[in-house]
């Protein structure tokens, strides 16, 4: 199951592509893998991260936030594209 990906820029930062960051928007993930979190640790480390959660009912809205330790594994993720496969292989 693929998920997409984005990165995370505030505001009036400037050209997509070029930005540096370490923080990453996972979305369109399906309820069976809002808890595996360990798909993402094979790009390198997580240091935090949050299911985003619909504040009435508290069920996931089917993403999450995502942040790395380094700039360099979130430009990795994106040397393929913004998709990932949350069931750990690349389709």
């Given at each position: ?6 990165r ?42 949050q ?41």
């Open positions: 199951e693929q998920v997409e990906i984005k995370t820029i505030p505001k009036g930062s400037g050209q997509l592509k070029d930005f540096k960051t370490t923080k990453i928007f996972v979305g369109g993930i399906p309820v069976v893998y809002e808890d595996e979190l360990e798909n993402l640790f094979k790009y390198g480390k997580v240091v935090e991260h299911i985003i959660r619909d504040h009435e009912t508290n069920r996931s809205r089917g993403f999450r936030c995502v942040i790395f330790d380094n700039e360099e594994v979130v430009d990795e993720m994106f040397t393929k594209g913004n998709m990932i496969d949350m069931a750990g292989t690349q389709v």
